[in-house]
Each structure stands twice: as structure tokens, then as C-alpha cells.
């Protein structure tokens, strides 16, 4: 079975401040891992994904995830966050013969002006 | 190129009344999911679709909940009867193929039952 376990229900930052948002995911087998952005009232929106090439991703808004096998994390990081940024954050895993996403309960991102 | 559409975007309902939630994917694609979102939690599949074929109801509370995707394009997700705690934001997202592409998310139906 998959899991996903995201560090942190809220992450506050200053604007222009770095964002780090942490992700550690369990599977069985060599899994794809993607961050989902979810803005109120909104679906959710693909970040980025990891599909075993490069193990540093980078996706839209200046975001970007690295893939540590050895750690089995798969943290998000922004050098510098925007107000823009604020919204829900959900790291989702996706393998072991499921097709379907096993997502994490998510991650609050408040930036503080 | 049109989204994943879904309605009613809201709906308030009693507890043991019914209703039902719809879902048009993009066009061509042959995978649909439902998801369930409670208030501070991450979405949890529900069911999932292969053209009219269903390949995944595992944690679809088939007592309550039902659904189909009968000319394996558009899919109606129903509740009968409602319980308190099926209050959630129900997404539906779909993918090009099973193992084909990302998934698109639909903005969601979130339902309150009172």
C-alpha cells in the first residue's frame, strides 16, 4: 500500500521568504510522486510531477521538488514565496499498479506581508 | 481546450435525502475518478473508471453511495440516503488513459448535509 505524510497542516512565511513544504512517501514499488495546488473554491492544479527521470523537478510559479530516494521524500521548495502563493498544497503519490493518487492530508501556506 | 466540468457546484441537503453529482470529462479521455474531500483532509478516490468499466470501487461505501459512467463518457456520483458525514467536496478529475497523461480536476461539488 501507499501512503503520503505531509510534515506541517500550516506552513506560514514572509513574502520574498523561501517556502519549503515537506513530503515523505511510502511504496512498494518505484512510485510517481506530484504536488497538487488548491486554491478556495478551486479543483486541484498539477505543480509538478516525478516520473523516475530527473530526481530535481521543476514546475510552474517558480516551484520545484526534489526527489530523494534514499530519505523517500519529496519536499517542494520556492526560493522566494509570493502573496499569490497562499492556498492549500497536496502531495500525492501514484503506483504500485493503482493508476489512482493516494494524497496527503495537505499543507495550509499562509504568506505573511 | 474545455475542463472537467462538474455541478451543482454546491448543494444543501438533510440527512437521509438524496442527490446525485455530475461530471463531464475532458473530451477523450477514457479514465474518469471520483474523489471525496473532507474539510482538512486530502482527497481520497472513491471510484474509478475505464471508459464504462469500473476498475477500482474499493473505498466506495456501496451501502450509500453509487455510481456510473454508462456510455463511458460523462458520470453521475449518487447519495441515498445522506449521512452527516458524507458532507464534503466531491472532485472529479480524469486522465487521457490509465496510465496515460496527468490528472484534471474538476472545481468540485461540495455538498453540505444538514
Known amino acids: 500500500a501507499q501512503s503520503v505524510t505531509q510534515l506541517g497542516s500550516h506552513v506560514s512565511v514572509s513574502e520574498g521568504a523561501l517556502v519549503l513544504l515537506r513530503c515523505n512517501y511510502s511504496s512498494s514499488v518505484p512510485p510517481y510522486l506530484f504536488w497538487y495546488v488548491q486554491y478556495p473554491n478551486q479543483g486541484l492544479q498539477l505543480l509538478l510531477k516525478?516520473?523516475?527521470?530527473?530526481?530535481l523537478v521543476k514546475g510552474i510559479n517558480g516551484f520545484e521538488a526534489e526527489f530523494k530516494k534514499s530519505e523517500t521524500s519529496f519536499h517542494l521548495t520556492k526560493p522566494s514565496a509570493h502573496m499569490s502563493d497562499a492556498a492549500e498544497y497536496f502531495c500525492?503519490?501514484?503506483?504500485?499498479?493503482?493508476?489512482?493518487?493516494?494524497f496527503g492530508k495537505g499543507t495550509h501556506l499562509i504568506i505573511q506581508p | 481546450e474545455a475542463g472537467v466540468a462538474q455541478s451543482p457546484r454546491y448543494k444543501i441537503i438533510e440527512k437521509r435525502q438524496s442527490v446525485a453529482f455530475w461530471c463531464n470529462p475532458i473530451s477523450g479521455h477514457a479514465t474518469l475518478y471520483w474523489y471525496q474531500q473532507i474539510l482538512g483532509q486530502g482527497p481520497k478516490l472513491l471510484i474509478q473508471?475505464?471508459?464504462?468499466?469500473?476498475?477500482?470501487d474499493s473505498q466506495l461505501p456501496k451501502d450509500r453511495f453509487s455510481a456510473e459512467r454508462l456510455k463511458g463518457v460523462d458520470s453521475t456520483l449518487k447519495i441515498q440516503p445522506a449521512k452527516l458525514e458524507d458532507s464534503a467536496v466531491y472532485l472529479c478529475?480524469?486522465?487521457?488513459?490509465?496510465?496515460?497523461?496527468?490528472?484534471?480536476f474538476g472545481e468540485g461539488s461540495r455538498l453540505t448535509v444538514l
Open positions: 516525478y516520473t523516475s527521470a530527473a530526481t
Open positions: 473508471f475505464q471508459n464504462n468499466g469500473v476498475v477500482d
Open positions: 500525492a503519490v501514484m503506483g504500485g499498479g493503482a493508476d489512482g493518487l493516494t
Open positions: 478529475a480524469s486522465r487521457l488513459g490509465a496510465n496515460t497523461g496527468e490528472l484534471f
